[in-house]
């Protein structure tokens, strides 16, 4: 059986501005996830399903990130 690596990036209106968010599944059917800020700093966490709801597991995420988990799920319903 063949591996297969699943990626994508989903654009993402957060706080009046376009963002850029990088998905790649693992094998447990969760996302590792980056993005960047303003000042080009690039932030890694996971997105972990829980309860039929995407949800960010990370360290040392800025709040605006944190803010914006709704969002971010809406927007991994919607891809499918």
Partial sequence: ???TNIA??????????????????????????????????????RMEKANDAWKINGKSLPPWLMESEGLINDALVKHG
Wanted: no cysteine; hydrophobic share 25%.
């Fill in 1 to 3: 059986m063949t591996a």
């Fill in 8 to 45: 994508f990036t989903l654009l993402i209106k957060i706080n009046g501005r376009q963002r850029e968010f990088n998905f790649r599944k693992r094998p447990d059917g969760n996302y590792d996830t980056d993005t960047n800020d303003d000042h080009g700093n690039r932030y890694t966490f």
